[in-house]
């Protein structure tokens, strides 16, 4: 079996080449690949072309990366929590492919599976169907690029006759991913709330680089375990435990509040 091991996040993302398109697990700030990320912002890759559910806020996960310019399109379902990420959107300066959350996530996992495309009732009436959602702003106000309208046809569902639209699945160069623990082999588990994104995002890549905060010895991982096998994994790289680990909000009562 071959040792997938590299010694740093900067070794594992060196051939990432400006204009690479990128799947980026993590969900909110959970499970976000920190150290790749950083890696590949000292690096200086830029003309990034990003898939992931949201991208992080301003000053932490792939928003450093967007405020440092480096990414020219984001594929994601919630912008949220990002103000920098709205600004450039409205302003013209960045691409944004808007995607319902539960299709995005199938996108990637049919890119992964080698599934060219998919009928889902998601979106089906809307402009995800009809076309008409600003993909780029003019930074005057206008629609400089909108979505095309996508191709929707009926099935019988039970007897009952449904529309569906039909959706592309995702294939990008490179995955970037967090998983709790990997082995030397690729095969990963994830810790609670980031196996979210992560699994699809690294299946969907081409070549997938994943970043664990321990590496084990082949066999050292109960097989019942894990979550993502190796086969799917091309360069894993240990991080360590103490990786800062931010909370996007918190909401707290007022002691002796209820």
Known sequence: ??????????????????????????????????????????????????????????????????????IRKMTSS???????????????????ELTPQGTLAEKLRAGGSGIAAFFTQTGVGTQVADGGLP?????????????????VRT?????????????????TDFALVHALRGDRHGNLVFNKAAQNFNP????????????????????????????LPGVFVHRIVEVGTALEKRIEKRTVSPAGGH
């Open 200 to 227: 699809l995002a690294a299946m969907a890549g081409r070549v997938c680089i994943a970043e664990v905060e321990q590496l084990v010895e082949p066999g050292e991982l109960d097989p019942d375990s894990i979550h």
């Open 135 to 151: 993909r780029r702003y003019d930074g005057a106000g206008g629609v400089a690029v909108a979505s095309p309208a996508k191709d």
């Open 1 to 70: 079996m071959i040792d997938k091991a590299l010694p740093s996040a900067a070794d594992a993302v060196r051939d990432i080449p400006d204009g690479a398109s990128l799947a980026v697990g993590g969900f909110g700030l959970s499970g976000n690949p920190l150290a790749l990320i950083d890696a590949l912002l000292s690096q200086g890759t830029t003309e990034l072309s990003v898939v992931s559910n949201n991208c992080g806020v301003d000053d932490w996960g792939l928003g450093v990366l967007l405020r440092a310019r480096r």
């Open 155 to 171: 099935f019988d569902v039970a007897g009952h006759p449904r529309e569906f639209v039909l959706e592309e699945a995702i294939a």
């Open 78 to 96: 919630y912008v949220g929590e990002n103000k920098e990420f709205e600004r450039q959107f409205l302003s013209g300066e960045l691409e944004l």
